[in-house]
């Protein structure tokens, strides 16, 4: 093997290694979703707990990403290779957020457990289901450069959208009928709103496995469903 052989060698093992270490860490933060709503679901407060400490290793693995990403960029690279770069940093940063989320979801969880069960956890739990799989979803259209699959995700978060706008009509209704629900029927909309940022994120990830793809070419326009506007809690 000659050097030139072996340096291009070592460039793409270092490529595989941040794509995979990307992979992984969006791996847990979808792990980390599910045990969160699982978490609401058991009235966990232990596991909850477990969960809020957990998002400590996610942010320990953007770190090391970004670290690679210096490592690989100060090596001159062309102009694909730049853009593998670029992607991984955004969606990694776009996956610590969606751990920061599912943390938040568990660490309200316990708040929750303090008043009696409501029945729009199960609403929650369906909010949650789809922004796992439109995580799981976008992270194998990222590790395969599949754009249709990209493309078919984002078009997917007018679900969330909508099942989020649902949700929180509900919940609003419910506090109007019972004013001992508000407290917790509060936290179930600040849940849901960490659910849809969720899903907002898928969508950001799928962006940008277009622009690893197809460069500068625009992105098809995309449909958006919430419309609870500023009566959304942030």
Not at 6 to 22: A, G, N, P
Not at 148 to 156: C, H, I, S, T, W
Request: charge should be negative; charged fraction near 30%.
């Amino acid at each position: 093997m000659t050097m030139h052989d072996h340096i291009v060698k070592s460039y793409d093992d270092e490529q595989r290694r941040l794509l995979d270490e990307t992979l992984r860490m969006g791996e847990m933060a979808a792990s980390q979703l599910e045990a969160a709503l699982d978490v609401v679901q058991r009235r966990d407060d232990k596991a909850a707990e477990r969960i809020i400490a957990n998002d400590e290793a996610i942010d320990a693995l953007e770190q090391e990403i970004s670290h690679d990403v210096m490592k690989l960029a100060l090596r001159g690279p062309m102009a694909r290779d730049l853009r593998e770069i670029l992607a991984a940093i955004r969606i990694a940063s776009d996956i610590e957020r969606v751990g920061d989320y599912a943390a938040n979801v568990a660490k309200r969880s316990t708040a929750l457990n303090l008043a009696p069960p409501l029945p729009h956890v199960a609403g929650l739990h369906a909010l949650g289901t789809l922004a796992v799989a439109q995580l799981r979803d976008v992270l194998a259209a990222y590790r395969d450069n599949d754009v249709e699959l990209a493309q078919r995700v984002r078009a997917r978060d007018a679900e969330i959208d909508t099942a989020y706008t649902g949700l929180f009509r509900e919940l609003l209704t419910y506090m109007m009928e019972d004013a001992r629900s508000i407290t917790a029927c509060t936290h179930l909309l600040f849940m849901a709103k960490n659910i849809e940022r969720i899903g907002d994120h898928a969508t950001n990830i799928a962006e940008n496995v277009w622009f690893l793809v197809k460069g500068e070419q625009p992105l098809p326009p995309r449909e958006k469903r919430d419309d609870t506007n500023t009566a959304s809690p942030v």
